[in-house]
């Protein structure tokens, strides 16, 4: 092979890694379940955004936004996607996980006590305790009620989330030891 021919294939090289490396930014900015207020009804809505479609145009030029799914489709579905706006103003700020783990900083499970460690992946999710007592997986509500469903639970540990759904759904299975203090004699045993 000559030389030009491999600075050619190098520039091209440089030039598709420069284009993949655009549209995956774009990609993981506009992916996943957000949340919106609709224009027209100023509630909540879960949005998705088409984010192929952004990653391909973010190659040309800006990305173009627009819906792939919203919780008032298809009933609404020819409506101008104002809400985009939104997104396109604070992407991050839409996003159901931003959401999610900003509401987890700080806090420390309702169950155990145990302070909520940072959200760095999503496999081991923190759960919520609804006012009922009833623990869910923060996954299981439904991205137009996040935001009301937050002002009225409290936050649960991954380990009490899993247990208390074992206990929800297999009862027969659990056998609650009563709790019992040892009175210790003068020795420091146990009398």
């Excluded at 101008?80 to 939104?86: A, H, I, V």
């Amino acid at each position: 092979m000559n030389v030009t021919l491999l600075l050619i294939l190098a520039t091209v090289g440089v030039c598709v890694l420069y284009l993949l490396t655009i549209a995956g930014r774009a990609y993981r900015r506009v992916s996943g379940p957000m949340v919106v207020t609709c224009p027209e009804t100023h509630q909540p809505v879960a949005v998705t955004v088409d984010a192929p479609h952004a990653a391909f145009t973010a190659t040309v030029d800006a990305p173009e936004l627009r819906l792939s799914q919203c919780s008032r489709w298809p009933e609404r579905q020819e409506c101008g996607q104002e809400c985009l706006r939104q997104i396109e103003m604070a992407p991050e700020d839409c996003m159901v996980r931003t959401i999610l783990t900003r509401w987890y900083e700080g806090k420390s499970c309702a169950l155990c006590g145990t302070p909520i460690e940072p959200i760095h992946s999503w496999d081991r999710k923190p759960g919520l305790l609804s006012a009922d007592g009833t623990a869910m997986e923060c996954t299981a509500v439904s991205a137009e009620r996040l935001q009301a469903t937050l002002e009225t639970c409290k936050a649960v540990c991954w380990n009490c989330e899993v247990a208390e759904e074992f206990r929800r759904r297999n009862p027969e299975l659990v056998v609650d030891k009563p709790t019992f203090h040892l009175h210790h004699g003068r020795n420091g045993t146990a009398a």
